[in-house]
């Protein structure tokens, strides 16, 4: 049943006036905002929708001069004009760069390029894209290893993102990173729990406020002793094959990390069920997928261990979703955090949200992240989140019976700012 219209617009004025918290993106803090037309359109969502509809991946070849390379694209991303992203790329061009044409095409690209190229030489372009959104933090994902001086911490939220560390240890140019940024020299599985220990530390003196990482489906933590981690760890400091007991390393230095954010007061974010470079023949950034059916009990070790550890879930298969949202129910040091990538779609994201209000504590739920990869992406992705979110309040919130108009305003303030402010800390 469609809500009433006149709810619904009351609604979606006030939640627009709320300044959200953007937890989790992929925008950098030295360059924030596209400088050119191409910086937006290589978003992957548009490469890989255009190479799934067909187009030649030869086309957005990194050599390519954009006058060559963005026809063709535009061409392409006629076949995905009918999905939620592309209408991403044409709210942001209207709201920001005043575009007007209903389409994005071969004929018509150059003029927008041109306003962003000058958008671009405002050095305060990203506070104003953020203030235009109704941003007021964006949350960062920083590897390991990152340069964090000169992060402006008025706007951005340094995260430590594990994938690189956790998956990647058995590389020896990650292991020498690992003692460069840390001052310790590896040896064994005390010296890397130290090494950890003082990460985790170094990015907390600098700001963030959250480590994450992506898991792939069916990933168990196994309970470590420190003899195991131990012997594990120097295998691999050595060099040695460890793939008997990759587990066992990569559940410890979990483990430790986790260990260190009850330490340090830091939320674990956790990003369940991508199968990394599952579809081979795929362009960059466009070769992961899902996959139905597994199960977040492998998360139990972590979250039965460390209480005191606030464990922000995501989850990217619709079959995990009501699992997703018993843990919220019973759990509690979990948290249910936005809907990520291929739930990122506005037909899913109606029925988790309204299944998710009716049967998760108010004060459990993150609302939304972006995801984005820059900030312009963060305004039009908030937008379809905010429209949503007042259309599910009016009809399955106010309509139905749990409550007031202005306690739908609360419950959205909940979720897009107080929450994420309170949870993480800031």
Excluded at 106 to 132: C, F, G, M, T, Y
Excluded at 261 to 269: A, M, R, S, W
Aim: aromatic residues 8%.
């Amino acid at each position: 049943m469609r809500p009433s219209k006149a709810l619904e617009r009351r609604l979606a004025g006030r939640i627009a006036d709320i300044p959200v918290v953007d937890v989790h993106s992929h925008v950098p803090s030295a360059a924030p905002c596209a400088r050119t037309l191409r910086d937006l359109l290589g978003y992957h969502y548009f490469t890989e929708l255009a190479h799934s509809a067909g187009m030649n991946a030869e086309v957005i070849a990194p050599d390519r001069p954009d006058e060559e390379m963005l026809p063709e694209l535009l061409d392409a991303m006629e076949n995905i004009n009918n999905t939620v992203q592309y209408s991403w790329m044409m709210e942001l061009a209207r709201e920001l760069f005043g575009f007007e044409d209903d389409r994005l095409t071969r004929d018509n690209w150059q003029p927008l390029d041109e306003a962003i190229r000058r958008a671009a030489d405002d050095e305060n372009r990203a506070r104003a894209v953020l203030s235009r959104a109704n941003i007021e933090k964006v949350f960062l994902t920083n590897s390991f290893d990152d340069d964090l001086e000169g992060i402006d911490t008025d706007l951005f939220v340094p995260a430590l993102r594990l994938d690189d560390l956790v998956f990647g240890f058995q590389d020896e140019s990650v292991r020498e990173s690992l003692q460069r940024v840390t001052g310790v020299e590896l040896a064994g599985g005390r010296s890397l729990a130290e090494a950890l220990g003082r990460l985790v530390e170094r990015f907390r003196v600098r700001g963030a406020r959250s480590v994450a990482i992506s898991l792939p489906p069916g990933f168990e933590v196994c309970q470590v002793d420190e003899a195991a981690f131990d012997r594990v760890a120097q295998n691999a400091l050595r060099g040695a094959r460890i793939s008997q007991d990759v587990h066992v390393l990569q559940s410890g230095m979990l483990l430790k990390v986790a260990e260190n954010c009850g330490h340090l007061g830091l939320c674990f974010q956790i990003m369940y069920g991508v199968v990394r470079g599952a579809y081979e023949h795929g362009v960059l950034q466009g070769t992961d997928l899902p996959v139905a059916g597994c199960s977040l009990s492998g998360l139990l070790p972590l979250l039965n261990g460390f209480p005191e550890v606030t464990f922000c879930l995501s989850v990217l298969s619709a079959g995990q979703l009501q699992e997703l949202a018993a843990y919220g129910w019973l759990v509690q040091n979990v948290v249910l955090s936005g809907h990520w990538w291929y739930l990122n779609v506005p037909a899913r994201i109606e029925r988790d949200l309204a299944a998710r209000l009716q049967s998760v504590p108010k004060n459990k739920l993150i609302g939304y992240y972006s995801d984005a990869y820059k900030a312009e992406f963060a305004l039009a992705k908030f937008n379809m989140y905010r429209r949503i979110l007042s259309r599910v309040l009016a009809r399955d919130f106010v309509e139905a019976g749990f409550g007031a108009e202005e306690d739908a305003v609360r419950i959205a303030s909940l979720l897009l700012r107080e929450n994420p402010i309170r949870i993480m800390r800031l």
